[in-house]
């Protein structure tokens, strides 16, 4: 029962073109969503994240959009540089009630290539 | 000046026997935690210690426990090792147990039982 979906395992990008991560969740009792970056061999780090009372978080280049009413959010990376090549991972918790869990999805490899 | 650090990197036993990975962070956190990745990069948490007491436990076997000496050691021993626990073990502190505290990762110790 997967909770947080990335339904694509990869997607490969030129750089300076923008890069656009998707998730979705199946709990509605989700009101917390992270994007986490890993590279080989390291542990994941966070990047950025957003709560259910906004739709849009920006930080530099990244870009987290979210869609409650279709439980659905985004990572937009603009623009996209070699060095984002990673493993990006989508995360969700539950602030109240939930306490300290975080829910992966399976992770997208994104390449930029030059 | 490693964040989250973990021992050992690698870890390659037999069927049976019994195994302990270190997990200490120097960041002064209060709590940490223990998240695993099986071979479909699903990461996923088993537990979460704050100040030394267990507040997550997830559906893990009894096989797993986890022990946490001070605040900023928590050690994962697993007894009777089975070829299912082959995976990436993956250490995690954060400031509080509140959900929106950032979690930092170390760097995974990967676990293979022949």
């Known amino acids: 029962d997967q909770q947080v979906k990335q339904n694509s395992p990869s997607l490969s990008v030129q750089e300076g073109r923008i890069s656009i991560l998707n998730c979705d969740y199946t709990n509605s009792m989700f009101d917390y969503f992270l994007w986490y970056k890993k590279y080989p061999a390291e542990g994941p780090t966070f990047l950025i994240s957003?709560?259910?009372?906004?739709d849009k978080n920006e930080d530099g280049r990244f870009t987290v959009f979210l869609n409650k009413s279709a439980k659905h959010l985004s990572l937009h990376i603009v623009p996209s540089q070699p060095g984002d090549s990673a493993v990006y991972f989508c995360a969700a918790s539950a602030l109240t009630g939930g306490g300290n869990k975080l829910t992966f999805g399976t992770g997208t490899q994104l390449k930029v290539e030059l | 000046d490693t964040a989250v650090s973990q021992t050992p990197k690698y870890l390659v036993t037999q069927m049976g026997n019994d195994k302990s990975i270190k997990c200490e962070q120097n960041?002064?956190?209060?709590?940490m935690y223990w998240y695993k990745q099986d071979s479909k990069k699903f990461l996923k948490i088993m537990f979460s210690?704050?100040?030394?007491?267990?507040?997550i436990n997830e559906t893990v076997p009894n096989r797993f426990s986890p022990k946490s000496p001070d605040k900023a050691h928590l050690n994962l021993h697993i007894n009777s090792l089975e070829l299912g626990d082959s995976a990436v073990y993956f250490c995690?502190?954060?400031?509080?147990?509140?959900?929106?505290?950032?979690?930092?990762f170390g760097p995974g110790t990967r676990l293979t039982v022949l």
């Open positions: 995690a502190s954060s400031q509080t147990s509140v959900p929106s505290d950032t979690q930092y």
């Open positions: 957003i709560s259910s009372i906004k």
């Open positions: 960041l002064g956190h209060d709590t």
């Open positions: 210690y704050n100040n030394k007491e267990l507040i």
